[in-house]
């Protein structure tokens, strides 16, 4: 669809007649660059001014071949601050003949050249034509007409040091403020103002919101902010994208993460939005005329608050935004008129809201969530909107509100090996039906000094395989890993992980660890991967009522790879499925002890039940010791002498 830029001027008037913001005004016109956002509110309202002012007309090059200077932008700046303030910077008295340059460069940023086509799935690249360079050209010289305008009454009485001295590079506010008093050059000037804005995109074209987009660093909002009570409410956004809003949540998320005290070096920012913000931005739509569609490709509020949010977070909290942090900052924001909205459509039209009929769950607008809510208003048309809302909504009489602020670390993992050398202790709390069978256990002896050190909100044990309360644990150990989850300290030294590990073995006599260390996920799920292919190693002695001079103990050791079939048994049938178990035995071999005992040394697949396989479990394991022998064999102790799993990687 061809849309004009006096149409697109003419929605600018529609979006600020229904109380837009200027940066909701920005994501209706479907600028997708997220440092146009991050840029203070005085430099993106001066852009949109420069784009309603606009008289270059519809046609030709918006600002010529050659593009305007630094110093010539700023004459034309000063005419419009001084005789306009805030108003349209479009030349009025005082204004050079260079101002129309100027604006036609703002419009070619915001409005596109000419009659650009409105994509309905806006392109994700630059275009990449000898226009689209000249283009780029004057969005850059546009820039420096937006940062320009912060700064201009400096500018005019000529406190600008000489272009020869080296440019100073800052960005946000303090570039203004540094133009202000003189303190950076005309010819730097390009340089000190926010990167996001060094190339806008026209309308139609978007540029991917990435980090790259985001200003690595963007100065502490301007003093002259007026406080949170004294905002006019857009009535798009519900305050959330107007700096009183963002520098309060900013203020408030500094806080919280002083107080959790966590370590980490990078965050990442989750925000939980009030519904009425969706409904509010679809009644808009509904508004202006239909053949516009301004809905598609339109940037979302929740991703624009992080566009502006996350660089002043940066800054306040000393490290970069990442998408991929294991430390998040989460946010969540409500407002009062919400499920008055939801209610409303959700009575009107339970039909749009399919999940809510498959689960006969009731109609109500605690049962509607985000996703649920933007497929209903994809559904919904525009007139369907005006018969059921006032489009736009009326101008709303209080601000969303931020209702908490969590901060929450990914789990760090640690991984070792242990050794049990008692009969009465579990690997795990052992209890049953809120009574302890156990004082203590492998897991609390290990976890209680981990979790300590890391300060972690809680704590997760496992071990590739595990032994009954009555079988130690010998050789080099079993190996095992501990995730703790939500971690204040998360970052362990390998020589701190060493003295912790001595904390451990003096701790208790009955457990000892080694080669304790920091793992990462994906070593953690090595060792599971290990499991179904190991092969453990046990010693066990056996008791036989008849007398070993009755059995030929031979039998078992001539017996190689052989293969039993375990059913179920029965002392663990209350927590395992009913099946049967098809395992092998690798090797046997028999040490005499006295009259009535032997020691069995053997070898086999992970996941047999050793017991079993010695008295038979009442014919559920076959074949088993006592019927190769032909007797009745009893086991009278159970040690696991080694595991074959070469993880963790040994530090001795």
């Not at 133009?179 to 074209?205: I, R, Y």
């Not at 109500?364 to 909107?385: H, P, R």
């Not at 701190?496 to 953690?524: A, P, Y």
Request: glycine share 6%.
């Amino acid at each position: 669809m061809v849309v004009s830029r006096e149409r697109k001027r003419e929605l600018v008037q529609q979006l600020r007649s229904a109380g837009c913001c200027d940066r909701c005004v920005l994501r209706f016109l479907k600028v997708h660059m997220a440092g146009s956002y991050a840029n203070p509110t005085a430099t993106v309202e001066a852009m949109i001014r420069l784009f309603e002012s606009d008289t270059t007309g519809d046609g030709g090059s918006p600002c010529g071949e050659t593009a305007p200077t630094p110093s010539s932008v700023l004459d034309a700046t000063e005419g419009s601050v001084t005789s306009g303030g805030n108003g349209a910077l479009s030349g009025e008295s005082g204004a050079s003949t260079d101002t129309t340059v100027v604006d036609a460069t703002v419009s070619s940023a915001v409005a596109g050249n000419g009659d650009d086509e409105w994509h309905e799935e806006p392109p994700t690249k630059y275009r990449r034509n000898a226009a689209g360079e000249r283009e780029a050209v004057c969005a850059a010289s546009a820039t420096v007409a937006a940062a320009g305008s912060t700064a201009a009454e400096s500018v005019s009485t000529g406190d600008v040091e000489d272009r020869t001295k080296p440019p100073v590079k800052h960005v946000g506010n303090a570039a203004s403020e540094r133009v202000a008093t003189g303190t950076v050059t005309a010819a730097g000037l390009e340089s000190a103002v926010t990167p996001g804005l060094e190339s806008a995109v026209t309308l139609g074209g978007i540029k991917p919101a990435d980090s790259d987009a985001t200003p690595a660093e963007v100065d502490t909002p301007n003093p002259a902010t007026p406080p949170l009570a004294d905002m006019t409410i857009c009535s798009s956004c519900l305050g959330v994208l107007q700096d009183p809003w963002i520098d309060d949540m900013v203020a408030k998320v500094q806080a919280q993460v002083e107080e959790d005290a966590f370590q980490f070096s990078s965050f990442q920012f989750s925000i939980f939005f009030p519904l009425a913000t969706l409904i509010r931005e679809r009644a808009l739509i509904s508004a202006v005329d239909a053949e516009f569609k301004p809905s598609d490709g339109v940037p979302i509020v929740k991703e624009v608050l992080k566009w502006v949010g996350s660089p002043r977070m940066q800054k306040l909290l000393g490290v970069k935004f990442a998408l991929n942090s294991p430390f998040q900052i989460m946010v969540v924001v409500e407002h009062s008129e919400s499920e008055a909205l939801v209610q409303k459509l959700v009575q009107w039209g339970p039909r749009f809201f399919p999940g809510l009929a498959r689960s006969k769950a009731k109609a109500t607008s605690s049962a509607v969530n985000t996703t649920s809510l933007a497929k209903a208003l994809q559904s919904v048309t525009n007139e369907q909107m005006k018969s059921l809302y006032s489009c736009p909504l009326p101008k709303p009489s209080a601000a969303a509100r931020l209702v908490s602020v969590t901060c929450q670390h990914g789990s760090i993992y640690v991984a070792g090996r242990y050794c049990k050398f008692s009969r009465e202790l579990s690997q795990t709390p052992w209890i049953i039906d809120g009574q302890r069978k156990t004082d203590e256990s492998v897991q609390e002896i290990i976890c209680n000094t981990l979790q300590e050190e890391a300060k972690a909100s809680d704590v997760k044990f496992v071990s590739s395989g595990r032994e009954d309360v009555d079988v130690r644990m010998l050789g080099i150990g079993r190996p095992f890993c501990v995730e703790l989850v939500d971690p204040r300290q998360s970052v362990i030294s390998q020589q701190r992980m060493t003295e912790l590990q001595e904390v451990i073995n003096k701790s208790s006599k009955v457990v000892q660890v080694r080669d304790l260390q920091m793992m990462d996920r994906t070593g953690v799920e090595r060792m599971k991967e290990g499991e179904a292919d190991k092969i453990k190693h046990y010693s066990a002695l056996l008791f036989v009522p008849s007398g070993v001079a009755s059995i030929d103990v031979s039998k078992l050791t001539a017996m190689k790879d052989l293969t039993i079939v375990q059913k179920t048994p029965l002392r663990v049938l209350h927590r395992r499925t009913l099946m049967d178990r098809q395992r092998t035995i690798h090797t046997m071999s028999t040490e005499a002890v006295d009259d009535q005992h032997f020691k069995l040394v053997l070898s086999s697949q992970a996941g047999t039940y050793i017991k079993e396989f010695v008295h038979g479990d009442l014919g559920r394991t076959l074949p088993n010791v006592g019927s190769i022998l032909n007797t009745t064999v009893d086991i009278i102790e159970l040690d696991v002498m080694a595991v074959d799993l070469d993880w963790p990687p040994s530090l001795s």
